[in-house]
């Protein structure tokens, strides 16, 4: 009882601690198997409201990462191996190498190394920051890789204490941005329309 009383007392003074790359990892890091749902917007200059899917993130074992699409369409990306398979229904599976899509092998390194809990892992990738407190935090990525940095400027990852509820991809040389909301998130958003609704969700009271 005592010690159940003195936890919850310094709980909220835990949480407003700054939060740091590695306190991050610790509380990302998720054994395979793992999923979790999620909600992608892309902006698009030639679209009134940015593209929206949804669908779940899955990660069947620590080489493989497997991106279902549900709405509003059905594709389903694998990536293992240094290949991506991309199938759709009535179509026959498209494979190539991920040295043809930097983007998704840089995908591929991130989560692994986020859902390992590996910070050496990631920062042969990327560099890492972070800020804000343990109650909410930002970490963000900046690659390293040349072929992948001409295409993606950096990824910023929101969270909530041990949730990692919101991923933006900000693409290189001022382009379209990529929001991807997560557990929590995802599951908030699919009754929510307004970008500015959206983007609460995705970065809550961060700066």
Not at 116 to 130: I, M, N, P, Q, T
Not at 158 to 169: F, K, P, Q, S, V
């Amino acid at each position: 009882m005592l010690c159940a009383a003195a936890c919850a007392s310094n709980a909220p003074e835990a949480l407003a601690q700054a939060a740091d790359a590695g306190w991050i990892l610790q509380k990302l890091a998720r054994p395979a198997p793992t999923s979790t749902d999620f909600v992608e917007l892309r902006d698009s200059k030639l679209l009134k409201q940015p593209l929206r899917l949804s669908g779940v993130y899955s990660r069947p074992d620590a080489d493989t990462l497997v991106r279902e699409v549900r709405a509003p369409y059905a594709e389903t990306t694998t990536i293992r191996a240094g290949e991506a398979t991309i199938a759709r229904a009535g179509k026959s599976p498209r494979r190539f190498s991920l040295s043809r899509a930097p983007e998704l092998a840089g995908l591929q390194a991130s989560f692994g190394a986020l859902l390992s809990g590996d910070r050496a892992a990631l920062e042969k990738f990327y560099r890492v920051a972070a800020q804000g407190t343990r109650q909410q935090w930002t970490m963000t990525l900046a690659p390293k890789d040349a072929a992948l940095a001409a295409k993606v400027r950096d990824v910023a990852l929101y969270g909530r204490g041990a949730e990692l509820r919101c991923i933006e991809t900000h693409a290189a040389n001022g382009g379209e941005t990529q929001r991807t909301l997560l557990a929590g998130a995802a599951r908030a958003a699919q009754a929510a329309t307004a970008s500015d609704a959206l983007q609460v969700l995705c970065r809550g009271d961060a700066k």
